[in-house]
């Protein structure tokens, strides 16, 4: 496992400030693309029957889409702010103020739990929070959840970014791990895990704007993470060749989807 530092006032001050700074998402998400694909497929394997959970839904793209097409789910984050302004555009989306180290709702409520770039976020209780999504599933549920990966991909993104684990100034910013710590992670809480895919949702090369599509040179994140981040034929080339050759490696995240036993 790997550490991540950057400069800001920790967890919640990232989220807080990343949040204000972005309108809600649409509903409109791309289901060829991470997360939609991953989200998709979860709840087709869905068993027993229940109430969906997005943990960490943020500005809501994923559960919009869901809602919107008539699933019983429920957004939980921990920034109170963002669930404020996603219920300023419907109000009949049902959200929760909680962490994800301590859900409030009782044992075995959900089919399912999308879990989309949460767990890396946590400084401590890691251990803890896979556990307690584990209570909140039925037996038989499944967990679909990333993790930021400890490789190539990512060291490169945080060197880019300027990070530095040995400066003072900088704090906690993600956890990176392994495949295999990840798998273990969710074999300890109780899951038994039937896939693991990696991802590149934004891959280092996206910071560079002549490699992007030509629809995103100018970055608009809520367009960008509908549609997913977008490259030209160049930047394609780069990112599915380096994918082709070495996805461990190249991919920004690991994607598991898990059954809870
Ligand atoms: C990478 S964002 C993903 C947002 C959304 N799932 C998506 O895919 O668009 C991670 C989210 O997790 C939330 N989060 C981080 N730590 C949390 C915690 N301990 N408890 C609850 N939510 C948390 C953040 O506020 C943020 O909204």
């Not at 997360?35 to 919009?64: D, M, S």
Request: some cysteine; proline content about 3%.
């Amino acid at each position: 496992m790997r550490i991540s530092y950057r400069a800001h006032g920790g967890a919640q001050d990232y989220w807080q400030r990343r949040w204000d700074d972005v309108a809600v998402d649409s509903g409109s998400i791309n289901l060829d693309r991470y997360p939609g694909r991953f989200a998709e497929h979860a709840l087709k394997l869905a068993r027993p029957a229940g109430p969906v959970l997005e943990a960490g839904c943020g500005a809501g793209r994923v559960l919009r889409h869901y809602h919107e097409r008539g699933v019983e789910i429920i957004g939980l984050d921990f920034i109170a702010s963002v669930l404020a302004a996603i219920h300023r555009e419907d109000a009949r989306i049902p959200l929760a103020a909680g962490d994800i180290t301590n859900l409030p709702f009782p044992n075995e409520t959900f089919s399912a739990v999308l879990a989309f770039g949460l767990y890396h976020g946590l400084e401590a209780g890691l251990d803890e929070a896979m556990a307690d999504t584990r209570r909140v599933i039925k037996t038989g549920g499944v967990l679909c959840a990333s993790m930021r990966l400890d490789n190539l991909q990512n060291r490169m993104t945080d060197r880019l970014a300027g990070t530095s684990a040995s400066s003072e100034r900088l704090r906690f910013h993600k956890l990176n791990l392994t495949t295999a710590e990840f798998k273990a992670l969710a074999t300890r809480a109780g899951f038994e895990v039937e896939t693991v895919q990696y991802v590149e949702n934004m891959s280092f090369l996206y910071k560079f704007p002549a490699l992007r599509h030509a629809s995103q040179r100018v970055f608009r994140e809520n367009e960008a993470r509908g549609k997913g981040y977008r490259f030209n034929l160049t930047g394609n080339i780069l990112q599915r060749g380096a994918m082709a050759i070495a996805p461990a490696q190249m991919a920004n995240l690991a994607v598991i989807t898990a059954r809870a036993i």
